[in-house]
């Protein structure tokens, strides 16, 4: 071989050999590429999974819920409601307590309708015995009792999530009515809980906690199941959602974090009556 051929030779090995560790490289660099998006999509998962067990009813099994563990955030600037006057009655002194959740069999199978007489408006909502009975049995009940009479709507989430958390008497995300049932019932199979759609609250990772907390969606919100499942949906609200988006537009005092707190116009449920 005469040596401009050598040289031919070794300058198309040195080619070929630079144009292989260049295609590992890119083959590398595609790879941290796809680790980098699928932990950032992990980290969004787990961002909104924990918006999904933050719609708790406190205690020790989600510390996250209670307002004195909660870290602090800066308050929203948003002005309270217009039109919305100050809640005029307290939250119970001794709240309504029984001993037992009460039996499936009182939602009799069939469609309530309630009123939520809050300070802030009317929100009228149907309740599906059928598809949730021992939910619609609890609310029927409490309802029925004046169990949420002067309580607060203590939680308000509208980052990840837009829900407003209603029902405890206690106002503190740790109060309920001496009772909890399960498991949950109604859970949409797509974590989906359309605008309008009313759902009990419970801790993370436990369908035996629910009690009377319950929370308003008032935009879709696609909300994780976690390892007890979804969140029972018993009911849908028919007029009056355009009092909890006031509300939520005022915004939150971020008590618990960017976007969930208390709402910034407090709102106060004054008497549920049903039918």
């Not at 144009?19 to 998962?45: F, K, M, P, W, Y």
């Not at 989600?62 to 929203?76: L, M, V």
């Not at 910034?264 to 049903?274: A, F, G, M």
Request: aromatic fraction near 6%.
């Amino acid at each position: 071989m005469s040596p401009s051929k050598r040289e031919r030779e070794y300058a198309r090995r040195r080619h070929a050999e630079w144009q292989q560790r260049q295609d590992t490289r890119e083959v590398q660099r595609s790879r941290r590429r796809s680790i980098a998006r699928l932990v950032g999509a992990a980290v969004l998962v787990v961002a909104l999974f924990a918006a999904a067990v933050a719609i708790g009813t406190g205690g020790s099994g989600d510390p996250a819920t209670s307002a004195a563990g909660a870290s602090q955030a800066a308050a929203s600037s948003a002005p309270p409601v217009d039109a919305c006057p100050a809640p005029t009655s307290a939250p119970p002194a001794e709240p309504v307590q029984l001993d037992a959740a009460p039996d499936p069999s009182a939602a009799q199978g069939r469609t309530w309708t309630a009123t939520i007489a809050t300070s802030c408006g009317d929100v009228v909502a149907e309740l599906d015995g059928a598809a949730a009975p021992a939910a619609v049995a609890s609310f029927v009940t409490l309802a029925q009792q004046d169990f949420f009479a002067g309580t607060p709507c203590h939680r308000l989430t509208t980052q990840g999530i837009s829900v407003l958390q209603c029902g405890d008497p206690t106002g503190t995300g740790t109060g309920g009515p001496g009772y909890t049932f399960g498991p949950v019932e109604n859970a949409p199979a797509d974590d989906v809980y359309p605008a309008g759609t009313l759902a009990m609250a419970r801790r993370g990772g436990d369908a035996q906690s629910m009690g009377s907390q319950f929370f308003v969606v008032y935009e879709d919100s696609a909300i994780p199941s976690d390892a007890a499942g979804g969140y029972t949906v018993f009911g849908r609200v028919t007029s009056g959602l355009d009092v909890v988006e006031r509300v939520a537009a005022a915004g939150d005092d971020g008590s618990n974090g960017p976007g969930d707190g208390a709402p910034t116009t407090p709102i106060s449920i004054e008497q549920v009556t049903v039918q």
